[in-house]
């Protein structure tokens, strides 16, 4: 199944200054402009972390990720993480419960990396079979193993390496 929606983005400056100037999704974005990428970490009373994996056909497919994306045209960092996460696992949650963890600058790109504390069953999950084909709960340890070992996104590897500390509390102190 393929994806056929067109979607446009928002630019900013890297300070994330709107530009009032948005671009279609594939288009090259002008060098020195931005748009808003998301990645939403869940993190359950267990202290595991949920990852989906990517479809095959899909950029960096067959690897495990947290939930994310591009925040659309007139979507906020915050509002683009919970319909990320909605989209991708079918579970929601309120903007005021996400927590932004991290930023980052790369490239053309504005990252945002939120944190999210959520029990789900996996059986109850609806995955958007356009970008996802697994889904599962793994520990802190676990998923540092699998990045280490290139199952991974290279998101997901980049924020384990920066904010490893802080995300090993996140999920320490999920457990209670």
Not at 8 to 13: G, H, V
Request: glycine content about 8%; charged content about 30%.
């Amino acid at each position: 199944m393929t994806d056929t929606r067109i979607e446009f983005f928002d630019l900013y400056t890297a300070d994330r200054q709107p530009l009032g100037r948005r671009i279609r999704r594939g288009e090259p974005i002008p060098r020195g402009e931005y748009h808003i990428v998301v990645q939403i970490m869940t993190v359950n009373s267990d202290g595991e972390i949920l990852l989906t994996q990517r479809v095959p056909e899909k950029t960096s497919g067959g690897r495990w990720e947290c939930s994310g994306g591009c925040a659309v045209s007139g979507e906020t960092s915050r509002q683009a993480a919970v319909r990320e996460l909605y989209e991708e696992t079918g579970l929601s949650v309120n903007p005021e419960d996400i927590k932004l963890e991290w930023t980052l600058t790369t490239d053309s790109m504005l990252r945002d990396f939120y944190v999210v504390n959520k029990d789900a069953p996996l059986e109850g999950m609806k995955l958007q079979t356009v970008e996802v084909c697994a889904a599962k709960w793994v520990s802190f340890e676990r998923l540092a193993e699998m990045a280490q070992s290139g199952q991974t996104t290279r998101t997901v590897t980049k924020w384990l390496e920066c904010r490893y500390d802080e995300l090993k509390q996140y999920t320490t102190e999920a457990k209670g």
